[in-house]
Every structure is written in structure tokens, then in C-alpha cells.
């Protein structure tokens, strides 16, 4: 199994009644809360903890894209992502560098996520693992303008431009929907050829899951909304498809991002972390209204009706902005305990769901740098080696994986990637 | 709900256009000279307005493409508000209707007006009720298509516990319709948000002058969606355009107010020689 240290960057010292005074974590004014001092740690100390993960032997760091938030600073993931790459490559540290990633429904210079990934993937000697999500509501809508109901068509338009841009040996003439480019030729293409395959995020959309699975992309399940709520319609939901297509369950193309906190004790683990991961997801995603993370228009009009049916996909999130310690912990949003508390949980959790991937969230919220540092080293030492081994032997092979780090890619270039534009946002 | 005993026979329409890539469903109703409407952004309700304008006029109604029950995809047949306004000349002619009155409300006010400027013959008479299409830096328009369900009440009536918005507002009491209706209500806040989004404001500034159609702007006087500020400003850019500002009133005057509403709008056109 794959493991991997998956980081936000918020503002890590908002006042505690936050909640009390703001409505969204998407609107949040600027200057009146924040301080100069505390934004450069929180910047700062997020990227000393990434570099500190590496150094303790995960398989892979990674950050996504959130823009205007407070509760991720990270409006170009690509600009860590760069400096990550360099930075584990002078010192000599075989990890993946795995911007999230940069949101195709958001982007309208698509081209320039093409090059900004080629560019990673030279600086990082082809380690970089390429993820592409659509995009949040807040964030391709209303930050960068895109009307929702061209999210997903857009979005679909944008990684067939990226995936050719990587690949196609002669310049080529892009007359798309969204964008046009006279001449297409980027400098420099990625190392990893024909390119890096893409992982898609997906909170659950069937349509998605489909579409990762019929082209051979791997799939990353970020479970804000507790996994223990929502992980088997989820998991269940994906490998169904995944017979339905046609493909082998292959745990490799299964990413999970789990927030967790390990501590010498269960008990000492609430003590250190439990106003913590309250803050984490009262002010982050709790603070995210409802039509932040979708608007109209964003979801075809067949998953509207589905989710009033049946909102189980969005677990905790209705509570999470008034979420206790305890509510986090039996929802899933967080595994919480001693080494051996959290190895028996996620272990059982990743055998039983067929995760190969797992992106640990093990720096969050108000979670200040020592804190941070000593939970990443606890799930180094006293976690990772007894998960890391789990799919050994089970005959399957990482096709997801940067070659320079053990995957083995399939080298195909008859991407059957064909959108299919007039219908691109049936769910 | 004795004003909905009113209600005419209502037929529906499928006229066929936009080169064999579009149906459009078009209601019509009453008798008389032919008068076309044009729904809001949340999607074509027949109400009151519409019945009493019925019994002098021949009223068609169309949907917007993909706010038709059961082809709710017709949206992806349009791309740009140019091609909408379009679609909408392409009905006017297949409709056979010979200068139209053009009455449009929020969403379908602005399409009535890009109408009239685009083909400045197309009517000889335009009635805008609380129309987008405008922008002021220093008045800017709330965003009901990004708002919080709790918060749409507020925005779309003075008096959300009066009578006529608590009507307006009140869900249906099965829940499976309820929901249906939701759906179909954000969907059309969807394929109305293609032609608007991200900012209110696609550059009818620059066309409005071309309206030579003699214009009635209804603004509620309390209209907190969009200021009864934008009345003059649309009155300055319409050539031949008066304003009736209509107190006690939210972003629906026809819904809200409906009797000052209607007799502004029966003035207006009676007094321009209605046919």
C-alpha cells in the first residue's frame, strides 16, 4: 500500500469563536483576522511538515487546490508542489509529489495546468502524481467565475487538452468550447510519458466514478464527511461500477485521504488533538455553506433529485459546524488513538474497502508544528510498516504509480478518453 | 385560490427550431392580440398576471430550453446569450406572431429587452418587470441563484409572511411532488445561470439604446434583489420608457402586488392603442 502525508494549509490560529461571527470559511475577511506573523507559520510550517514526511519515508506528499479560504490556503497547488519537488530532489528523497490537484472545472487557462505539471515532473525527476478534481462549487464558480452548469462540461473539455498537450508529438490547433489555442507545443512535456496517469477526486458522483474507471484513471475519495457514514456506500458504490465496467478490483487505483492523530496512548491522543480537530472541521468544512459546495446548474438535475431522496453520501456535514470530538470520531471524520488503536482501524478499513492508497491528513486545523511533526512521526514509525505491506502477494500492480518509484504505468497512448460534450453534465 | 378559479384553458405548444436541435414548449392561453411572456430565472409559473392578461390578449408562454419537464437537457443545445436571444426570434417567427406584445419579468425582463434591441422590430410594445441586465458599481444586484435557501424569501418579497408570497412559497404537500419541484427549480436556476453567471451583467448597457419599443418599467419599490434604483437607469437607456414604481413591493410586483401591477400594465397598453 501506498502511504502518503495529504496537507491543507489554514490559518492556523483563528479565534475560537469563529463560527460565532462568520458565516463561511469561503468569505472570510482577510486582515482583521489574520496576522502576518501567523500566516507566515501556518505557510511555513505546513511545508516544514510535508518536507519532514518525506524524510520519514512516506511514499508520497500532497496538497490540493482551494482558492479565497480560510481553512486552505492554497490557491495553486502547483506553486508547493514545485518547491516540494526540488526541495525532496536535492536531498536525494524518492517520494511522490501529488498536487491533488489543480481543478479542471475551475481552470480557465488550461493549457497552463499542462505546463505547470510537465514542469513538476522534470523538476521532480518524474515523481509527480497528477490529480485533477472538478472543483468545488465556492472555487470554480464564484472564485473564478465559471457558470455551474459548465463545471463538469468544462472540466472534461480541459483534461483532454491537458492529457494531448502532454503527448501529442506535432503541435496541434485546439478549437475548443471553453478555450482556443492557435498552436499547442508546450516545453517541456513530462518525464513520465505519455504522461502521468491522472487520478480523478470524486465525493461519490456516480457519473465520475465511471468515467475514472472506464479510462483506466485511479480515483481519490476524500471522506470529510465520515467515513464510517459514508465509506461503504462509497467504496461499494466505486467497485460495483468497476464490475459493471469491466476492470479488475484493483486496490492501486483506490486512493483514500483520512484525517488520523496518533498519540503514545488513546487517551493522550484526545488530550493532544481533540480541540484541534474540532477546529479543523468547525472551521473548515463545517464552515462551508451548503451552496458553497454546490450551486445550481452544478449538479445535473437527476443527482439534485437523488440527493434530496437520500443525502446519506454527505454523512456529518449538515452537524459538522457544531461537531464534538466524539461525533468526529464515531462518524470516521478521524481516527484518533494510539499506534495500535489506529493501525487496527485503518487496517481493517483499507482490507475491507480495497484502498491501496491512503492519504493520511496527519497535520490539520490549529494543529500547531511540534504537535504536527510528532503525529507524523508516530504514524512513520509505529504505523505505516504494519500497513504498508497489506495488498503483497494479492497479485495486482500499481498502473497509477510514477515508474521511478516502483509503479509499473501502463504505457498507453489510445486514451479512449472521447467526452461526449452535449451530455458532459449527466450525472 | 379564488383567483386561480380564473385560470384559462391553457394549451401547450412543441414548435421545433434552432436547425432540428431544439424543442420549445410555449403555453398559451386567452384571446386577442398576440402577447409573449417571459418567465424568471426559477421557471415558468402560470399565474394571476398571466390570467387576467389572457382575457385581452393571446398569451404565449414559452419554457426556457431545459426547464421543460422531461427534456431538461434541451439546455446544452445553447451556448451564449447571443444564441438564446436568437432561439427566442426564431419562436417569435414560428409562433407566426406579428409584433407581439413583449412582457418579461427578472431574468426574462433582460431577454425581452435583448430581444427588442437585437430586432428593434420585433414590438411595439415591452413591459420589464424588476429586469436584470444592468449593473451599478454602487448598487449592486444580490445573487439569488448563490443564495441560501432560507435567504430567497427575503430577497423576492417585501412581505415574505404576507399572503400573496406565503402562496407563492408554500411547497406542494406531497413530498415526492415537493421534491420534484425543487429539483426542477434548481435546475432551472441552472439553465437560467448559463446565460447570467458570474456577474449579472452581459453587456446590455451597450445595446439597450437600440429598444424603439414604447417601454413600461415596473419596479417594486422595496426590491431588494435588484434596487428600484436600476428603474432610472433603465428609463435613461430606453428612448421612449416610463417608470411605474409600485410601493409596498418586493422583486414580484405581479405576484406581490398584483392589482396595482396589472392596472399599470393594462394603463400602459390601452393607452398605446393596445389592438
Redesign the interface.
Known sequence: MKITLFEQAPYRYLPADFEQHHRSACDTPYFSLVSREGVYSSMRDCMDELMFAARCGFDGIGITEHGQSSYDMMPNPDLFASALAYSTESEGLDVAIIPMGRSLGKSREPLRVAEEYAMIDVLSGGRLVAGFPVGLAYDANVNNGVPPIQTRPRFDENLELVLRAWRDPEPFTWNGKYSQYPQVNIWPRPLQQPGPRPWITGVGNPRTMQLTLERDYGFNYVSWFGAKLTGKRIFDRFWEIADQVGVPRNPYRMGFVQTIAVAETDERAEQDYAAHLEYAFRKGIGSIPREGMMLPGGIDIRGVQALLKDPGDFGLYERMRTATFRELVDAGVVIVGSPSTVREQIGEFCTEYGIGNLHCMLGFGSLLRDLAMKNIQLFAEEVAPYLRRLWDGSGHEHHWWPERLGGVPRRTTDDPYRPAREEANVR | MTMLDNTPQISQEAVDLWGGRLTMRVNVAGAGAPLLYLHPAGGLAWDPFLSQLATRYTVYAPELPGTSAGD??A???V?ELSDLVLVYEELVRRLGLERPVLVGQSFGGMLAAELAALYPGITEKLVLLDPLGLWREDAPIANP????PHELPGMLFHDPAGAAARAFLEPPADPEVA??A???M??????A??F????FDRGLRNRGHRITAATLIVWGEQDTLIPAAYAAEFQALIPDSQVVLVPECGHIPQVEQLEHTSAAVAEFLSARGAT
Open positions: 431538461p437537457y439546455i446544452h443545445a451556448d441563484i448563490a443564495a441560501a421534491a420534484a425543487t429539483a426542477a434548481v435546475w432551472a436556476l441552472g439553465c445561470g448559463k447570467l453567471w458570474p456577474v
